[in-house]
């Protein structure tokens, strides 16, 4: 993401009119003003050949050093400044300035020099238009109303903190970058607007006092300062979020800016990031150096406590690739806490993917870190519950009723599934971990155990080890009536499955049969009522006639599959009374009763030979409906005939 503003010099004051007279000879400094130096500062490893009368004439503390060294009597004077701003870089400018040399004053330079003049005591006293008063004239004049200098300026104030603290420099550039954030750009550094546009040139370049810049109108956007304070430091990054926020700027956007700030310097954050989303125009830019793990754990924890908590600010993949690498940082338990409770305050935007998160503990037990998981499942499910999102509503008959409310927890609900799917395999993920987290989802949260069962299954035929009991109190984990037509024929032959499960899964096979049956013909029904209807206002046609021979095939289609479907669950049922028959055999009266109540029945084995009783009077019915079908169509045709 460049920046706004049009390429172009820093903005610049000049000082002094004087030729440079200043020559470098190794680690030393020269002025060749014709006469001899009678003064040597020394400011860490470069010395400076000068003379007394320009610098005791423009600083205090030069005055006094100077003549604290005369008085000693030593030949030679020889002062020493080890704790200037800015180290002998800023003295050179400094001596340049004593002795009217010319110089240039810019955001890279002003702060140094205005800490150095303080620290030197180079007030009015000393001379009028001294250090301190043109650095100040400068700053707030100049450096303080353009954003790239007022940033350029607080990114300095680093190697002189203190210093800059204690002069107010720091404040009033925060404070200037903060008040330009939350205005129009066009505003400050960038062309001024005329007539609600851009004044430009006929090639269609932005004018600037008549002249062109060579630059393109831009459209700015909230986001266009983004990439420009992300170069601060930490400390510095914070005061001015800080100072945002304060002026009343939106959360989304210090959001916004806070996320650019965590995926420059925390390189976890794009270990599982898309090509199309690292070729976006808020792609950071790559840095020449990393933190070290223990900074990224501190940047981490803090981008934590400066994100405002609440629900969209952010997405959701970012929230996981935070938690993800917070986890592989080992950052503090509160600052897991809470980004797990970010991520389950919008867990109805995340994807699978975001959910296979691995286990980085550790005890490493499992493959994926299931624990984690249910935690953001169970803040979500609190959030859902406390803003009134996850209560059902029915209706008079009391059957749940499909409302917008509950379409975030259904998707969560089959985002879960689909985890417990993946999860699965994990022969070291426990029972009673699995049991958990499937339960942890609400019943009317599922329209269908589709999903689930299909994650049972996955975990039965992975941990083939357990115990009977075992597989019961899994399934029971699973609705057999929400179970579709295909689930059932798959469950009705599933070998891992409890017996008990299989013959509750084949009940209510026959039941949807059943009611796909009395459906059929109801429409049947309708179909030759309206067709009556039909003839008699309309007259038989032959176009009629053969609609009715088609419609009247496609229905005896219809009946002679759904004929063959209840015959072969006849036999399903016939053979399991068979085994469970040869079960009564081996087995005293007693044990039988144990078995029935293992498997759930209410019954004795009459049970069966009823349900076998019920399926031949349904074939019944079914062919007896069919046949009336079919004489209702001949006597129809036959009517076709006798009007022709």
Sequence with gaps: MSSKFPVSEMACMKLG????????????????????????????????????????SRSGVLERLIEEASDEGEEGCVIQLPDIPGGAKIFELVARFCYGVKLELTASNVVYLQCAAEHLEMTEEYGEGNLIAQTELFLSQVVLRSWKDSLKALQTCEDVLLQAEDLNIIKRCIESLAAKACTDPNLFGWPMMENGGLMQS???????????????????????????VSTLSLPLYKRLISVMESRGIRQDIIAGSLV?????????????????????????????????EEDQKLLLEEIDRLLPMQKGLTSTKFLFGMLRTAMILHASPSCISNLEKRTGMQLDQATLEDLLMP????????????????????????????????????????????????????????????????????INLKLPKFQALAAAVPEYARPLDDGLYRAIDIYLKAHPWLTDSEREQLCRLMDCQKLSLEACTHAAQNERLPLRVIVQVLFFEQLQLRTSIAGCFLVSDNLDGSRQLRSGFAGSTEGGWATAVRENQVLKVGMDNMRMRVSELEKECSTMKQEIQKLGQVKTASTWGSVSKKFGFKLKSQMCSAQEGSVNTQNKDVSGKVEKVKDRHGKHKEDLSAER
């Design 359 to 426: 286990n980085f503990s550790y005890s490493m037990e499992t493959l994926y870190d299931v624990d984690c998981i249910q935690r953001i499942l169970e803040h979500f499910l609190a959030m859902d519950q406390a803003t009134g999102g996850a209560s059902p509503c029915s209706d008079d008959d009391g059957q749940l009723m499909g409302s917008p409310s509950l379409t975030p927890i259904t998707m969560v609900a089959k985002m879960i599934d689909g985890y417990l799917a993946e999860v699965a395999p994990d």
């Design 260 to 292: 650019f700030y965590a995926k420059r310097y925390l390189p976890g954050l794009h270990r599982r990031q898309s090509v199309s989303e690292s070729s976006t125009r808020l792609a950071p830019v790559a840095l020449g150096t990393s933190l070290s």
């Design 17 to 56: 009119s004087k030729n440079d007279a200043f020559q470098r000879r190794g680690q030393a400094w020269f002025c060749t003003t014709g006469l001899p130096s009678d003064v040597v500062v020394e400011v860490g490893e470069m010395s400076f050949h000068l003379h007394k009368f320009p610098l005791l």
């Design 202 to 228: 006929p090639g269609g370049s932005v004018l600037w006092n008549g002249i062109s810049t060579g630059a393109r109108p831009k459209n700015a956007s909230s986001d266009w300062w983004y990439e420009d």
